[in-house]
């Protein structure tokens, strides 16, 4: 993990206070408190269903700020063909825009607003998902993901629509971290 830094996106207190006390314990985590469209990534992070459709919480938010950007995530995932894409896999498309210039899409949710199981199984599972494209993926273009991304920012997986209480997606964040890159 020495070459990326994820920023953890809080715009409440108690997201904050989670991420905080996640940053305190790995070196590579930064906490940004306010909106993740204030954050310098080359990547941002979607919470997605498995469809790929982006009508609500910070999906929604996406989805005015990257025109397209859920028809790019619905090809790139087969849901645009009657496909999905599983909670625990994740797919990057471009923005259109320099900064950031890639969304990763990672489902916490089968369906759109299902509310999530309390363990949190589906924020660590989409955690660990992004994690994984970073270190083993490619980008559209045949570049590996991690020579063009250094900078993704991680909203709170699963704590909006999905019900998720904070610290349970700080501490499954967490145990992502340790399965993908090993101990702190």
């Known amino acids: 993990m020495d070459e990326l830094t994820l920023v953890l996106v809080a715009?409440?207190?108690?997201?904050a206070e989670a991420w905080h006390a996640l940053a305190a314990?790995?070196?590579?985590?930064?906490?940004?408190?306010?909106?993740?469209?204030?954050?310098?990534?080359?990547?941002?992070?979607?919470?997605?269903?498995?469809?790929?459709?982006?009508?609500?919480?910070?999906?929604?938010v996406y989805a005015r700020w990257f025109p397209g950007i859920s028809g790019q995530v619905r090809a790139a995932s087969g849901a645009d063909r009657g496909h999905e894409l599983p909670v625990g896999e994740a797919v990057i498309v471009p923005t259109g825009v320099p900064r950031p210039a890639?969304?990763?899409?990672?489902?916490?949710?089968?369906?759109?607003?299902?509310?999530?199981?309390a363990d949190g199984a589906a924020a660590r599972a989409a955690a660990a998902a992004v994690l994984r494209l970073w270190r083993d993926g490619a980008l559209p273009d045949g570049r590996r993901v991690?020579?063009?991304?250094?900078?993704?920012?991680?909203?709170?997986?699963?704590?909006?629509?999905?019900?998720?209480?904070?610290?349970?997606?700080?501490?499954?964040?967490?145990?992502?971290?340790?399965?993908?890159?090993?101990?702190?």
Request: hydrophobic residues 45%; negative net charge; aromatic residues 4%.
């Open 11 to 15: 715009l409440d207190a108690p997201m």
């Open 25 to 60: 314990t790995r070196p590579g985590l930064v906490v940004h408190e306010g909106s993740i469209t204030d954050v310098d990534a080359d990547a941002v992070v979607s919470p997605a269903n498995s469809f790929g459709f982006m009508g609500g919480g910070i999906d929604a």
């Open 102 to 117: 890639w969304l990763v899409s990672a489902p916490t949710m089968r369906q759109p607003g299902e509310r999530l199981p």
């Open 146 to 184: 991690h020579d063009a991304v250094r900078t993704i920012a991680l909203p709170g997986l699963g704590t909006g629509v999905g019900g998720l209480a904070p610290t349970v997606c700080a501490q499954q964040v967490g145990a992502a971290l340790h399965e993908v890159f090993g101990p702190a």
